[in-house]
């Protein structure tokens, strides 16, 4: 009876023992589905997040980021592609050349000795006077007509010829501002290439006037608007 019951308890103990591995195991093996159902679903929220920014998985494994466009509508879409821009040419005006009457006779001699600025010029019949602002030069006959020169604009040409008219007033002579005219305007422009002169003046021989021995660069004149073009291999055009 004692062997018997002995026996009992030890099959008792060792049946309690492989239930309790058993739960454990049990427990174990729970805890590792929940957690990898918990890495499954962060696994999507992350796929999820990477497609929202814009971020792809590269060859290496490693994730790049990638530019999202916004989603349009190519039926409605009608714009054009860009087109190169053109070179801007700009024109510089550097000078403006007009005259005008003071209409009383001028005494040259008299001007060149009271007069401030000023050089006579004997053998050509005139004399020159300068101004500081604007930077322009007057050339004047005793019959009483002045030209300036140097301005850069019409209403800086004006201002200088004013202000030429009240020095002469200013040394006794009874000016009268009359007649005032821009008589001429030189500007340049630079072409962004280079001119073939001699192509050029052969396809237009009827308006253009090359003369390499007297001048580098072809005269072209123009009717409308009437002005005159200095042209140079360079790329450099002059018109007045």
Known sequence: TKTAVSGTISFSSSAVLM????SLCHSVLKN????????????????????????????????????????TDSSTSTEKPAEPDSPEID????????SFSVRCHLNLRQIALNGANVEYRRENGMITMKLRKP??????????????TGA??????????????????????KVRFNNF??????????????????????????QADYEPELHPGVTYKLTQPKATLKIFSTGSVTVT
């Open 135 to 148: 930077y322009t030069t007057a050339s004047m006959w005793s019959s009483g007509k002045v030209t300036c």
């Open 181 to 206: 005219r821009v008589v001429n305007v030189l500007g340049t422009c630079s072409m962004p290439f280079a001119i073939k002169i001699m192509a050029f003046s052969e396809r237009y021989k009827e």
């Open 32 to 71: 590792i589905d929940t957690a990898v159902s918990e890495l499954i679903s962060i696994t999507d929220m992350m796929t999820t997040a990477i497609q929202n920014n814009g971020i792809e998985t590269l060859a290496n494994g490693n994730i790049g980021h990638v530019e999202v466009m916004p989603a």
């Open 91 to 98: 024109i510089v005006i550097n000078n403006v050349v007009c």
């Open 19 to 22: 239930i309790v591995n058993f």
């Open 152 to 173: 850069t604009s019409e209403d800086q040409a004006k201002v200088a010829a004013r202000r030429f008219a009240r020095c002469l007033q200013k040394l006794g002579f």
